[in-house]
């Protein structure tokens, strides 16, 4: 998950989850809920708030899939990270405003 201070829109830290899903974890994602409010509790005690997500496409470019944009959470980041024979290729971000808009690349800065 991807962490900063509430209110701002500057990504200060990142939290691992656990994909809950085994069988095809190269290929799709869920973090389980009860791991992902327990992160949350943990995020809102120290002031921060999550800010969007983050993921690898194994041997995949790094554009939002049909899966990543239909359980995208509006106005949250979504970074997505190619990896291509296990070395990271591409990096990009990607943010829809609405559920009924489609996912757009986002320009990030990083420092």
């Known amino acids: 998950m991807l962490v900063g201070r509430k209110g701002a829109s500057t990504v200060t ?15 799709t994602y869920r973090i389980n809920p009860d791991e992902h409010r327990r992160i949350e509790r943990e995020v809102d005690e120290a002031g921060d708030e999550i800010l969007g997500y983050y993921h690898s496409h194994p041997d ?14 509006p106005r949250a980041f979504y970074m997505i990270v190619s990896c291509i024979h ?15 808009q489609p996912m757009t690349q986002q320009t990030v800065e990083v420092v």
């Not at 809950?20 to 190269?26: E, F, L, S």
């Not at 470019?61 to 359980?71: F, H, K, L, V, Y």
Request: charged residues 35%; without cysteine.
């Open 13 to 27: 830290r990142a939290v691992r989850a656990t994909n809950d899903i085994k069988d095809r974890a190269r290929d």
């Open 60 to 73: 995949h470019p790094a554009r939002a899939s049909i899966r990543d944009t239909e359980q995208a959470w």
């Open 86 to 100: 296990g070395q990271v290729a591409e990096t990009n971000v990607f943010m829809s405003d609405d559920w009924q």
